[in-house]
């Protein structure tokens, strides 16, 4: 019941419903645009998608919103970004990538459809995962094509700026069916090389009187600040342009979006924040719910099916059989791991992180109550893991760190020390788990 109180008070703190927001039907000379490559398997693209769009309109953002959705994604999640976003949704055919072997990237190239906006006089085409800071309406003061080089040698194509022109899409196309050579297999290696010249051009800085500049031009860092450079300073120190877009183009386990990237990597927290102020987390709570009951009732009934469990396991059988000696112990040992596995299985992926957090911890305990009460080992030497986990949370969650290096060494003394509780709690258990099985002779024998 406490857990449950727990549960309804993050719920109340986060304001999980968001707020209306939907973009106003004007028709606009320029566009943001973004792809989305759905399947009924890939939901956190979808709330990406949406919480991107609903942040430019939070941002009173002066273009159209586009998304250039493939056919196979599910209708009503493109219903729901036309009728509760005022999102414009083009459906299209997926770009047939010829470079074999890229799955991740592999649809990708959709992308390439943003030269075939020709009703707009310039497009702002982005990735989900740009968290943007400010508006940056300035960029369609850009010209035929404009990137940023986060990479001294590469630019990023999680934002970029481009003229429609159905020529230049045409001749992409044609490019791509006679097997122009792509580094990567993917968007940002086709684009790097039909535009090579870009990193000779001059930087964009944009006129007062809103004059569109002609030519291609380099994008300060400013708007696609990678999320990696925030850990060495703990704080946003770019120098180039206006710090206005965050990008978060690391691992893709570690995308903002998924509960467990926060506090590992602390800007998750602010990606939620806005969610939190834009869309909001309705969708999810009925199945949050869900979990946290059924793991309230195990707890329940492990506790008072403890004896029977317990005698169960241990009841008498011939000691010469090797398998019901170490039958058991392999039981337990998988249990305890599985205690520690599971949540992530059940949690759903995008829900706040205090939530997500929340919810892992209850389920943690949960199962590993079964373990305890079946097997009847300590209860403080099982739960050491889990220990370890929250101290580390709360490490790295630390708000005083100066420099991000600061803040690994931190986590790595951390890690290091509680090591050796660890290995000193699994001495523990493994001895106490010999020593039940030698005494379930004390056990009535059952059948």
Same mark, same amino acid.
Request: net charge positive; aromatic share 14%; charged share 15%.
């Given at each position: 019941?406490?857990?449950?109180?727990?549960?309804?008070?993050?719920?109340?703190?986060?304001?999980?419903?968001?707020?209306?927001?939907?973009?106003?039907?004007?028709?606009?000379?320029?566009?943001?645009?973004?792809?989305?490559?759905?399947?009924?398997?890939?939901?956190?693209? $979808?709330?990406?998608?949406?919480?991107?769009?609903?942040?430019?309109?939070?941002? /009173?953002?002066?273009?159209?919103?586009?998304? !250039?959705?493939?056919?196979?994604?599910?209708?009503?999640?493109?219903?729901?970004?036309?009728?509760?976003?005022?999102?414009?949704?083009?459906?299209?055919?997926?770009?047939?990538?010829?470079?074999?072997?890229?799955?991740?990237?592999?649809?990708?190239?959709?992308?390439?459809?943003?030269?075939?906006?020709?009703?707009?006089?310039?497009?702002?085409?982005?990735?989900?995962?740009?968290? *943007?800071?400010?508006?940056?309406?300035?960029?369609? /003061?850009?010209? /035929?094509?404009?990137?940023?080089?986060?990479?001294?040698?590469?630019?990023?194509?999680?934002?970029?700026?481009?003229?429609?022109?159905?020529?230049?899409?045409?001749?992409?196309?044609?490019?791509?069916?006679?097997?122009?050579?792509?580094?990567?297999?993917?968007?940002?290696? *086709?684009?790097?090389? $039909?535009?090579?010249?870009?990193?000779?051009?001059?930087?964009?800085?944009?006129?007062?009187?809103?004059?569109?500049?002609?030519?291609?031009?380099?994008?300060?860092?400013?708007?696609?600040?990678?999320?990696?450079?925030?850990?060495?300073?703990?704080?946003?120190?770019?120098?180039?342009?206006?710090?206005?877009?965050?990008?978060?183009?690391?691992?893709?386990?570690?995308?903002?979006?998924?509960?467990?990237?926060?506090?590992?990597?602390?800007?998750? !927290?602010?990606?939620?924040?806005?969610?939190?102020?834009?869309?909001?987390?309705?969708?999810?709570?009925?199945?949050?719910?869900?979990? #946290?009951?059924?793991?309230?009732?195990?707890?329940?009934?492990?506790?008072?099916?403890?004896?029977? !469990?317990?005698?169960?396991?241990?009841?008498?059988?011939?000691?010469?059989?090797?398998?019901?000696?170490?039958?058991?112990?392999?039981?337990?040992?998988?249990? !305890?791991?599985?205690?520690?596995?599971?949540?992530?299985?059940?949690?759903?992926?995008?829900?706040?992180?205090?939530?997500?957090?929340?919810?892992? *911890?209850?389920?943690?305990?949960?199962?590993?109550?079964?373990?305890?009460?079946?097997?009847?080992?300590?209860?403080?030497?099982?739960?050491?893991?889990?220990?370890?986990?929250?101290?580390?949370?709360?490490?790295?969650?630390?708000?005083?760190?100066?420099?991000?290096?600061?803040?690994?060494?931190?986590?790595?003394?951390?890690? *290091?020390?509680?090591?050796?509780?660890?290995?000193? #709690?699994?001495?523990?258990?493994?001895?106490?788990? /010999?020593?039940?099985?030698?005494?379930?002779?004390?056990?009535?024998?059952?059948?």
């Amino acid at each position: 019941m406490r857990v449950m109180v727990v549960m309804v008070g993050v719920v109340q703190a986060t304001a999980f419903y968001g707020v209306n927001l939907k973009h106003k039907n004007k028709e606009h000379r320029n566009a943001y645009a973004t792809v989305y490559m759905g399947t009924p398997r890939d939901y956190e693209f $979808y709330v990406a998608t949406r919480v991107l769009i609903r942040s430019l309109i939070r941002l /009173q953002v002066d273009a159209d919103l586009i998304v !250039i959705a493939s056919l196979d994604a599910p209708l009503r999640w493109l219903r729901a970004l036309e009728e509760e976003d005022g999102a414009k949704v083009l459906r299209v055919e997926n770009v047939n990538n010829p470079y074999k072997g890229q799955q991740r990237f592999k649809l990708t190239l959709n992308k390439l459809y943003a030269w075939r906006l020709v009703d707009y006089d310039g497009v702002v085409m982005l990735d989900a995962d740009n968290l *943007f800071l400010h508006k940056t309406d300035e960029l369609f /003061q850009c010209g /035929q094509f404009c990137a940023v080089f986060i990479n001294p040698c590469i630019f990023h194509t999680g934002l970029f700026v481009l003229q429609p022109s159905l020529e230049v899409f045409k001749d992409m196309i044609h490019q791509l069916e006679t097997g122009k050579a792509n580094p990567d297999g993917a968007d940002q290696g *086709f684009t790097g090389a $039909y535009f090579p010249d870009l990193l000779d051009q001059p930087k964009f800085y944009p006129h007062l009187n809103g004059t569109t500049l002609d030519g291609h031009y380099r994008l300060p860092m400013g708007y696609q600040m990678d999320a990696s450079y925030y850990y060495l300073k703990l704080c946003w120190r770019v120098p180039c342009g206006p710090n206005s877009v965050i990008t978060f183009p690391g691992a893709p386990w570690l995308k903002p979006w998924y509960w467990w990237s926060w506090p590992v990597l602390s800007l998750g !927290i602010q990606w939620h924040e806005n969610r939190r102020q834009t869309l909001g987390y309705a969708a999810e709570m009925p199945i949050v719910m869900i979990p #946290s009951v059924i793991f309230l009732g195990i707890i329940t009934m492990t506790r008072l099916a403890c004896p029977s !469990i317990s005698k169960l396991w241990y009841r008498n059988t011939d000691k010469s059989s090797s398998l019901m000696q170490t039958g058991p112990k392999f039981i337990a040992i998988w249990s !305890i791991i599985a205690a520690y596995i599971v949540p992530f299985a059940i949690i759903p992926r995008t829900i706040h992180p205090l939530v997500g957090w929340t919810l892992y *911890f209850l389920g943690s305990v949960t199962l590993s109550s079964v373990a305890i009460n079946s097997f009847l080992l300590p209860v403080v030497p099982i739960l050491v893991p889990l220990i370890r986990v929250l101290g580390s949370l709360l490490v790295m969650a630390c708000p005083w760190y100066p420099y991000g290096v600061t803040r690994a060494l931190a986590v790595f003394v951390y890690a *290091f020390c509680y090591a050796l509780i660890a290995w000193g #709690s699994m001495v523990k258990v493994t001895a106490r788990l /010999q020593v039940s099985l030698e005494k379930r002779t004390n056990f009535p024998k059952i059948g």
